[in-house]
């Protein structure tokens, strides 16, 4: 909460959380409708899908963090009822690499068809990230994977003006591939869709005026190193195949 009231800049900008929350939630709504029996959520945070969603009870939600973050979620939802599926919270860092693909290898064997969801992970170097990429797609269930991107171009934007408290908090944003969505071809993911988190918010009506004439301009997709991008990118498992 202290990160977020120094971040007035993320404050005005709400709508990006928004529209993409409201990106992977249908991203999620179609993987049920094709037998995911799994959801694994990466650096879950404060995220309250199972709660808030309407999702079978034979699901398995899967929640990832740090102990200290899922035990504050623990205080936080106590009275929030009962989710709407079998949720599952693991206390990981997922920058041990041991104990994280031990991680997913159980998760993998467990289940026929597992999405992984990752909002807001992927702010660390190309390497580390693409050290994640490689050991998720060495799970053949992991079939789908969802996760937000940015462009060089707005990442030197939000370095700006959100970088300062993310820096001391020792996570300063970083991965912003001048590839975009086609870094993870290398590591075993195929790009399915891309979606826009400005172009979402503008059909939502989240956006000011101005913001909604910049929502105007064509969609780079995330594959222009030079425009500012940021969007949700669903991939498919090319192992799975």
């Known amino acids: 909460m202290q990160m977020a009231a120094a971040m007035p800049f993320a ?16 991203v999620i709504e179609r993987e ?29 939600w899967v929640e990832v963090d740090l102990p200290e973050t899922l035990n504050y979620k623990q205080e936080v939802l106590a009275s929030a009822g009962t989710p709407n599926c079998t949720v599952e919270r693991l ?15 159980r998760l993998g064997s467990e289940a026929k068809r597992v999405v992984v ?25 992991f079939r789908v994977w969802v996760t937000d991107l940015t462009s060089p171009a707005l990442l030197k934007m ?18 912003a591939p001048r590839e975009g ?5 290398a590591y075993g993911w195929k790009t399915v869709e891309t979606r826009s988190v400005l172009h979402t918010a503008a ?33 498919e498992n090319s192992t799975s195949a």
């Open 32 to 60: 049920l409708l094709r037998g995911t029996d799994m959801v694994i959520n990466l650096a879950a945070g404060l995220d309250a899908r199972p709660y808030r969603m309407r999702l079978p009870a034979s699901l398995r």
């Open 203 to 235: 059909k939502l009506k989240r956006l000011s005026f101005g913001m909604r004439l910049l929502s105007l301009l064509p969609d780079p997709a995330g594959r222009k190193s030079d425009k500012p991008w940021g969007g949700v990118c669903v991939f």
């Open 91 to 105: 206390a990981v860092d997922l920058r041990d690499n041991a104990g994280r693909r031990t991680l997913f290898q």
């Open 11 to 26: 404050e005005r900008h709400a709508w990006g959380y928004v529209a993409r929350t409201w990106l992977v939630d249908q």
């Open 181 to 185: 969505p086609d870094f993870f071809v």
């Open 117 to 141: 969801l990752s909002e807001g992970l992927l702010i660390f170097s190309d390497q580390e990230v693409s050290e994640l990429a490689r050991d998720l797609a060495a799970q053949p269930t």
């Open 158 to 175: 939000l370095q700006k003006t959100i970088g300062g408290p993310l820096e001391r908090a020792g996570s300063p944003p970083r991965f």
